[in-house]
């Protein structure tokens, strides 16, 4: 999968840090040539200098053979402006873009395919407040994801010393029979474990 990342801040590393380990195909696009120099350090990505509002530059990054366009930076009209340009310029799929303006939010509208054509608008503000109110519904989780417009939830919770380690599952389901809980996964030492009864 070829994924083109506008912005490497912070949220721009991390995506950029994960999807390479992954073994995809990144190509990160900034202005700032000192902090491309950084990340071509620890990254094993392919950089661009230049401006993600750019139709030359993301021609250059190879729009036209993406699979998502994911505009980062710290400027709305900038990560607007890349996704637009990955609607009209090419057939890229999935556009993401971070909005940093709330007031978008009552217009989000604008954001669908009869205008913008932006796949997926994150606001981070919004989405810690979400986090921190999942967070708190959910004491002792360390990772709260919706699913299904919030009517299914995801959640991860470290599990040592407790009343349920060292008992196999199908023990849970007998000593907790109106449970509503499905275990998806276990972790352990880094490893995923695929859950049985036993």
């Known amino acids: 999968m070829k994924v083109i990342i506008i912005g490497a801040g912070e949220v721009g590393y991390h995506i950029a840090d994960i999807l390479s380990k992954e073994k995809q195909d990144v190509i990160l696009v900034d202005r700032d040539e000192e902090r491309l120099k950084e990340l071509a350090e620890t990254l094993d990505v392919m950089s661009l200098l230049g401006s993600g509002n750019s139709p030359a530059i993301l021609k250059r990054a190879g729009l036209g053979e993406a699979d998502i366009v994911i505009a980062v930076t710290d400027s709305d009209e900038t990560n607007r402006v890349a996704c637009l340009l990955a609607s009209t310029q090419s057939r890229v799929p999935f556009k993401i873009a971070l909005i940093h303006n709330l007031e978008l939010d009552e217009h989000s509208d604008i954001f669908d395919k009869d205008r913008l054509n932006i796949s997926l608008c994150?606001?981070?503000?919004?989405?810690?407040?979400?986090?921190?109110?999942?967070?708190?519904?959910?004491?002792?989780?360390?990772?709260?994801?919706?699913?299904?417009?919030?009517?299914?939830?995801?959640?991860?919770?470290?599990?040592?010393?407790?009343?349920?380690?060292?008992?196999?599952?199908?023990?849970?389901?007998?000593?907790?029979?109106?449970?509503?809980?499905?275990?998806?996964?276990?972790?352990?030492?880094?490893?995923?474990?695929?859950?049985?009864?036993?």
Request: aromatic share 4%; charged share 30%.
């Open 122 to 198: 994150i606001n981070p503000e919004r989405e810690a407040v979400k986090n921190a109110l999942d967070l708190i519904e959910f004491p002792g989780a360390t990772e709260v994801t919706d699913f299904h417009d919030g009517r299914i939830k995801l959640i991860g919770f470290p599990v040592q010393g407790g009343p349920v380690t060292g008992k196999p599952l199908q023990q849970l389901r007998e000593t907790h029979p109106d449970s509503k809980m499905l275990i998806t996964s276990i972790i352990r030492d880094e490893m995923l474990i695929e859950p049985r009864g036993d």
